[in-house]
C-alpha cells in the first residue's frame, strides 16, 4: 500500500509499504517500508534526487562559424555604406592637392557623410560626391545596386575600378546666384563678389580659365575643382546651356569628410565658404 503526501512545496513522496498483506494499515507509521520521491525523472533513482547531465552542445565547424561572419559583416557593410557612411577612390586629379588623385600615385579614399545632407543642403565650401547626371557621364547610366555595392566595395580594396558615373567636386554657388570669372585679379565672382578661395590650386600661377556669367537654376549647385583648370566640372559640362552644368541637389550623394587612406595623408577635408558668409 501506499500513500502520496507532500513534505515539501512542489515534491511530492509516497510511501512504499514492505507488507502488501496488511490491509488493515491506515497510515505510513503502522506498518513498514520507505519513503519515494514521485517528482524524481523517469529512469533515476528516487532517493538520488540528481537529474541527468544536459548533453553538451555539438560544436559548429569552423567554416560555417567563418561563412556567419562573413555574412554578417557584408550586411552590416551593405546598410552603413547605404544609409550612413561610405567610402569612395578619388581615380582624377581634378581635386589636387585637397584629394590626392593621379596617374603614378596612390589615390586618396575618402569618407562620405550621408547624413548631413538630409537636414540642410550643401552650401558654398562644402566638398561633396554626386551621381552625374546624363550630360556629365555622355549618357553612361550607374550600375545596379547590387552590381554598384560590389563595384564599390572592390575599389575599396583595389580589386574593381570605381563605378564612374559618381563625382567629386567643391560647391561654389547654390541655385538663384551668378557664378562668372574672371575679375582683374583672376577671381571667380559670385553675385559680383570675388571669391576668397585658399584651397586653390592653379599650377605655375597661370590665370583661371574665363567663362560667361551664369545664373544658377533653382534646386540645383555650381560645382568646380580645386585644381581650377585640370577640372572637368559645371565649367565643362553646360549642355544644351551653360546652367545645364550645374548639378541637381537630388544627385548629392553626400558630404566627404575624411581622407582615411593612404594612412600618410589621413586628415579631415576643409570646407572653407569661398563666399565668407
Not at 500500500?1 to 509499504?17: A, C, I, K, L, Q
Request: aromatic letters at 6%.
Amino acid at each position: 500500500m501506499s500513500h502520496r503526501v507532500n513534505d515539501e512545496p512542489g515534491r511530492t513522496r509516497r510511501f512504499r509499504s514492505s507488507d502488501s498483506s496488511s490491509p488493515s494499515a491506515s497510515s505510513p507509521s503502522e506498518t513498514s517500508g520507505s519513503w519515494e520521491s514521485l517528482d524524481a525523472p523517469s529512469g533515476s533513482s528516487g532517493s538520488s534526487g540528481r537529474l541527468p547531465t544536459a548533453k553538451t552542445k555539438k560544436k559548429q565547424p569552423f567554416w560555417r562559424e567563418v561563412l556567419v561572419i562573413a555574412v554578417v559583416a557584408l550586411a552590416l557593410t551593405t546598410v552603413i555604406q547605404t544609409f550612413i557612411a561610405k567610402v569612395f577612390v578619388i581615380p582624377s586629379g581634378s581635386m589636387e592637392t585637397t584629394l590626392h588623385g593621379c596617374y603614378g600615385c596612390v589615390n586618396d579614399k575618402v569618407l562620405v557623410d550621408k547624413v548631413t545632407f538630409l537636414f540642410r543642403d550643401p552650401q558654398p565650401g562644402d566638398v561633396i560626391v554626386f551621381r552625374g547626371p546624363p550630360n556629365w557621364t555622355g549618357g553612361q547610366e550607374p550600375p545596379n545596386f547590387f552590381v554598384g555595392t560590389a563595384q564599390d566595395i572592390g575599389s575599396i580594396v583595389g580589386l574593381s575600378e570605381p563605378s564612374g558615373t559618381d563625382f567629386i567636386k567643391r560647391v561654389i554657388a547654390v541655385g538663384g546666384q551668378t557664378v562668372e570669372c574672371c575679375d582683374d585679379k583672376g577671381r571667380v565672382l559670385v553675385d559680383g563678389k570675388p571669391l576668397d578661395e585658399p584651397y586653390l590650386n592653379l599650377a605655375g600661377g597661370q590665370q583661371q580659365q574665363p567663362f560667361e556669367k551664369v545664373t544658377v537654376p533653382a534646386g540645383r549647385l555650381w560645382v568646380m575643382g580645386d585644381n581650377r583648370n585640370n577640372s572637368a566640372d559645371s565649367r565643362k559640362h553646360g549642355d544644351p546651356t551653360p546652367a545645364d552644368g550645374a548639378i541637381p541637389i537630388d544627385n548629392v550623394v553626400g558630404k566627404a569628410r575624411v581622407i582615411v587612406m593612404p594612412f600618410s595623408r589621413w586628415q579631415t577635408i576643409t570646407d572653407h565658404n569661398p563666399q565668407g558668409r
